[in-house]
């Protein structure tokens, strides 16, 4: 599967973006799917990810509350829906989806083996 991220941009502290990423293949409901982000000379963290099927969710505490995750099989697209946008929050973040990674693993980079290219999200103070 290809992933191919988009929607990142500069906003200002407290507004909303919402990044897509679209994937290629004709299973994609079957992968889980997430977000993770790198901010500069940081280690790329978890932000959110979302099961294939049924469409549990999982969160960082960081962005508990802020953020949303959620999937349109149909469009074989995943989303980060972004609110109440903080500085700290800057960063690139990445889209990965991986069909072989159980529940436990979603928050872990290495457990998925297809990632989009990145999207870059800025948040002004």
């Known amino acids: 599967v290809q992933l191919q991220a988009s929607g990142g941009g500069l906003v200002q502290a407290g507004g909303s973006l919402r990044l897509s990423c679209a994937a290629s293949g004709r299973t994609f409901s079957t992968y889980h799917a997430a977000w993770f982000r790198q901010a500069p000379e940081k280690e790329r963290e978890f932000v959110a990810a979302?099961?294939?099927?049924?469409?549990?969710?999982y969160y960082s505490d960081s962005v508990k509350g802020r953020f949303t995750i959620s999937r349109d099989n149909a469009k074989n697209t995943v989303y980060l829906q972004m609110n109440s946008l903080k500085p700290e929050d800057t960063g690139v973040y990445y889209c990965?989806?991986?069909?072989?990674?159980?529940?436990?693993?979603?928050?872990?980079?290495?457990?998925?083996?297809?990632w989009g290219q990145g999207t870059l999200v800025t948040v002004s103070s």
């Open positions: 990965a989806a991986d069909n072989r990674i159980i529940v436990s693993s979603m928050s872990r980079p290495g457990a998925y083996d297809y």
């Open positions: 979302i099961r294939g099927t049924g469409g549990r969710s």
